[in-house]
């Protein structure tokens, strides 16, 4: 019976049935170790793939929205663009509507400015 | 200490990510062990052990607690280093089986104190997936359920693919000593 079949028979047994001389070949001539700091830096790795992870998928999800967002424009224009575009005429060549249209555009532009400013300023205390 | 890992997992993957160390700690000197037997190179077995690391953190959702950790681990670093090894392109001698070759010659070679500098030699000479069986088996003294895990194989086929590495052993080592 070889050494292997004896140790399967009896599953639990203690390998003394192992070739002496293949068992102390296979014993490193020369224990090797690992560096102190091997969990730190290895934690230091993880975390860099981890903010690199978050980063590319942010870009992901901007590139996403981008695209969307321009193919739902060009699919609206498409259809209604010279309906629109008509309607816009007709409403800018009143004086009044345009001052209107210009304060909201004003509006609209300092919010996005507000949110970009928020935006930094709570990434910048989360770090 | 199960509970406490699986408990610790579910911590890390509730966003802990810091209490990975303590896998790291413990489990570190294991699987480098392992990597190391299949490449010499300090530097590169360190940075094996690193990658299997990252994998697995990078996986932990998918421990389901079929083996232990340490199990688990070693796996992850064994298919790292094959596949490192794979792209290295390594060459490695194949030997044609001689089947008149009796099993009590090819073990009283294998247990002959005396040859062990030819034996070592010869394990050199297998291919990675067979020092790993080898050494998991005749010094690791690891059990059959974890052997078929890490190397991914039927636990029935194990002891026929000891057996004929036993007999390649020999073989290279009689292809040695000819030359």
Known sequence: ??????????????????????RQALTPTEPKRLPTNFAYTTMRRIHREQVEA???ERIIALVTIAVVSVLGIAVFGYFFGLKIWQSFRT??????????????????TFFALLNHWLAKRQAKTYV | MQTDEQQLIARILDGHAEEFGYFLERY????????????PQQQDAEELTQDAFVRAFNRLETFGG????????????????????RKQRMHYISIDDQPQLSDTEVDSALEDEGRITDLRQAITQLKPDEQMLIN????????????A?????EPGTIATRLHRIRRKLYLLMKHETGR
Do not use: H
Request: hydrophobic fraction near 40%; charged fraction near 20%.
């Open chain 2, 28 to 39: 570190g000197p294991e699987a480098f062990a392992l990597v190391s037997r299949l490449v």
């Open chain 1, 1 to 22: 019976m070889k050494p292997e079949d004896k140790k399967l028979s009896t599953i639990n047994c203690q390998p003394s049935t192992s070739p002496s001389a293949l």
């Open chain 2, 66 to 85: 079929r083996s232990s950790f340490g199990t688990w681990i070693c796996r992850i670093a064994y298919t790292t280093t094959i596949s490192w090894l």
């Open chain 2, 136 to 147: 998991l088996f005749y010094y690791d003294e690891r059990s059959l359920a974890d052997i």
């Open chain 1, 91 to 108: 409403t800018f060549i009143q004086s009044d509507t345009t001052i209107l249209i210009l304060s909201t555009l004003f509006c609209l």
């Open chain 1, 54 to 56: 978050e980063r590319r």
């Open chain 2, 149 to 153: 895990y890490i190397l991914d194989l």
